[in-house]
T-cell receptor, first 114, second 112 residues
């Protein structure tokens, strides 16, 4: 049981390049999330998916697109990377807990855009 | 969902008990409180969750007064490894409100 996995772990892009960050979970969770975290800052929600086939914008969706490929996988795409997108990107999934809900996070992808 | 307010940062010496308070003045009847911990260079992890009174697990205790307008995360006898950011979130028990937003959290520094 690997939990939430993210690839790649590190990536350096030049301005204008595109890339896709991959996320997969093996816990059969319905909801999945993409957050970004800038140095010394809190997490900001980019996009989320409440279930397979649905996606919704979070707090900072501009410059990103997502795909919920199936229940396991939720990818984040940067079409034309900008230096302002330099950040650590975390993927998460969520399950029903005893009282409410509980999120599980991946190890993160550290992205630098030059 | 109720807005939460936490101190931005706290310092503590090793071996002391640390209490981090989160204010959620507009908490609704169906809302519960969850705390996450984030170590440097890692994703957050769930610590504890509660609705009212006191909840304790192997990591922390969560105290929620009767009016539920605040909650306090208590870490007993902290060590250097407890240096992390702690996030307080409020969620709705009855609906699966999926748009989970984190605030800036409280950065705890444990000093030797």
């Amino acid at each position: 049981n690997a939990g939430v996995t993210q690839t790649p772990k590190f990536q350096v892009l030049k301005t204008g390049q595109s890339m896709t960050l991959q996320c997969a979970q093996d816990m059969n969770h319905n909801s999945m999330y993409w957050y970004r975290q800038d140095p010394g800052m809190g997490l900001r929600l980019i996009y989320y998916s409440a279930s397979e086939g649905t996606t919704d914008k979070g707090e900072v969706p501009n410059g990103y697109n997502v795909s919920r490929l199936n229940k396991r996988e939720f990818s984040l795409r940067l079409e034309s990377a900008a230096p302002s997108q330099t950040s650590v990107y975390f993927c998460a999934s969520r399950r029903r807990a005893v009282l409410g809900y509980e999120q599980y996070f991946g190890p993160g992808t550290r992205l630098t855009v030059t | 969902l109720a807005k939460t307010t936490q101190p931005i940062s706290m310092d503590s010496y090793e071996g002391q008990e640390v209490n981090i308070t989160c204010s959620h003045n507009n908490i609704a009847t169906n809302d519960y409180i969850t705390w996450y911990q984030q170590f440097p260079s890692q994703g957050p992890r769930f610590i504890i969750q509660g609705y009212k009174t006191k909840v304790t697990n192997e990591v922390a205790s969560l105290f929620i007064p009767a009016d539920r307008k605040s909650s306090t995360l208590s870490l007993p006898r902290v060590s250097l490894s407890d240096t992390a950011v702690y996030y307080c979130l409020v969620g709705d028990i009855k609906t699966s409100y999926d748009k989970v937003i984190f605030g800036p959290g409280t950065s705890l520094s444990v000093i030797p």
